[in-house]
């Protein structure tokens, strides 16, 4: 995973039933990090200060600044770890003058807008029931800053059976930024995968993963009523509460029920 985020080491005490215990463990670590373009500055971002130009580069992708790495003349992170430096190719950029405070952990932003349609996504990916749950126990696996400190998401972008990136971050959507900048650097595709979180789906996540061309989108926990207006509407599946062979497909099903025949029911596939 590279970088890998970081945590600190602590003692807390436990208490759990029987005597008190002073257990020495570790916690996330989370920072402000300014993102500037051109010397401007753009966003200031809560994150896990790790991966910083994996999350800049992303930011600006989904945020439609830059349509790729071909679009980024230098990029500088600060010894600190508090402000990535991003110098474009296009020297006339000036910055959105709209901002959107999103629903992220701690406050997440954006310069798009929502009200903006989409074209629907026409990809015909599809997969079964048993490999979204296999996915998401590989995605849990994974997840080693989790495993250790706790308090942190993890997202996966897969292909068929196969995890090719895997990022964490204290927040859901800047593991989606952190996942768009990986894509770029190791130029791998998104459009027409498999996005896993381990976070909820709000309008902003899903927007996100629009941008990626990504039209299966899952997760441990709850999407937003938003959310599921939106992927209704540009053509792509949210599937919730997957655990094991538990889910609930909100959007688009025949994408997850394709070929499965009398073995899942709608009852079952809707099952929290």
């Known amino acids: 995973m590279g970088d890998e985020p970081r945590t600190t080491r602590i003692r807390y005490i436990s208490v ?46 989904n945020e439609g600044i830059i349509a790729g790495l071909q679009d980024v003349h230098h990029l500088r992170v600060s010894k600190a770890s508090t402000c990535v430096d991003v110098w474009l190719t ?28 989409h074209e629907p996504l026409a990809g015909g990916q599809t997969a079964s029931p048993a490999q979204l749950a296999d996915l998401m126990q590989h995605m849990l696996q ?26 964490e971050d204290v927040g859901r959507h800047n593991c989606l930024d952190k996942l768009s900048g990986a894509a770029l650097q190791a130029g791998v595709l998104t459009s ?21 061309g990504i039209p299966i989108v899952c997760s441990r926990t709850s999407p937003t009523s938003l959310s599921v ?10 599937v919730a509460y997957l655990r094991q062979k538990r889910m609930r497909v909100y ?16 009852e079952e596939v809707l099952y929290e």
């Not at 006339?92 to 349609?117: A, H, K, N, Y």
């Not at 979180?197 to 990626?212: P, W, Y």
């Not at 207006?229 to 949210?238: H, K, R, V």
């Open 192 to 212: 027409d995968h498999i996005l896993m979180s381990s976070g909820r789906i709000s309008s902003e996540m899903i927007n996100k993963a629009r941008r990626l």
């Open 142 to 167: 994974g997840a080693e800053s989790y495993k250790r400190a706790r308090g942190i998401h993890t997202a996966v972008l897969a292909a068929g059976d196969q995890l090719l990136l895997q990022v």
């Open 16 to 61: 759990n039933g029987t005597h008190p215990q002073t257990i020495e463990g570790e916690i996330v670590q989370e920072a402000l990090v300014c993102i500037s373009v051109n010397g401007m500055e753009l966003a200031t971002i809560m994150c896990t200060p790790a991966n910083l130009d994996q999350l800049a580069l992303g930011f600006l992708y």
């Open 229 to 238: 207006a939106l992927a209704e509407a540009w053509n792509m599946t949210i």
């Open 90 to 117: 296009d020297t006339e950029f000036e910055r959105p003058s709209r901002t959107i405070v999103t629903s992220g952990c701690g406050g997440g932003v954006t310069f798009d807008d929502l009200s903006e349609r």
């Open 251 to 266: 959007t688009h099903p025949e994408r997850i029920l394709a070929g499965v025949g009398d073995l899942w029911s709608e």
